[in-house]
DNA sequence: GACCAGGCACATC
DNA sequence: GATGTGCATGGT
């Protein structure tokens, strides 16, 4: 399972996405209960979307784990509008708040010392974080070292000839985790790369390969 | 006017 | 355990 092959692979895809497309800048949030928030938001959604959700909870003043709590589920509603599935992801908020309060953190940064997988198991308890959402807060709000996959990185690394069509999200996640060095940044800058190489070039009905930073790997995988 | 987006939970078989 | 469906908005 652990080829160098494929270590050598993955760290050639990463560096011809940077290369292409430059540093990704991820998490665009303000502190971790924001990234945390977003997370929750641009489930199933949209980047640009979440956005417009995001700042509406600024001009509210909603963007605190303090002031959330004392917030009316209707008034998160009504902010969080433009990101969809508004009334599902509020009571994920407010889930999410409840699952703080039962750690005794006022915040996100109180969890710092709690164990990673550990809390790992902890936030997919929480009804309304799953494992992309969970990893997402963990990379790039606690600063851990997991690798986020997503419907990108699958299309992507099945299209190379690394993983099934079918693959599952723990499969999937393990390809890279157990070829990669684990370093915060190195994840951070791949999961984004991956996602914004997926947008452009590795749709669903247009594959535009041929502009693709990755086509020139896409022999080498097979 | 479909199709898709940085998913997840729940019902049903 | 696998497959299907609801959730909802805005861009392409």
Redesign the pocket.
Known sequence: MLSTTTSRLLVAMFDAMLARLGPSG???AQGPFEVAV??IL????????VE?AIANLRRAGLLTAESLRRARPEEVEKNI??S??????TKKIFHFLEFLEREGARDVTDLINNDTSQLRKQLLN?????????D?ILL?ALNRPVFVV???TARIAHRHGLVPEDVSYPELQEVFMSHLAPQVDFFNEYHALL?RVG?KWC???LPLCNECPLRPFLREAI
């Open positions: 991820w998490w665009p977003g997370a641009t489930q199933n959604t949209n980047w640009s979307n417009k509008q433009p969809g599935f508004f009334r599902q992801k929480v009804n309304g974080i799953g494992p992309e959402t969970a997402s790039y997503d419907a990108y996602v947008k749709r669903k009905r």
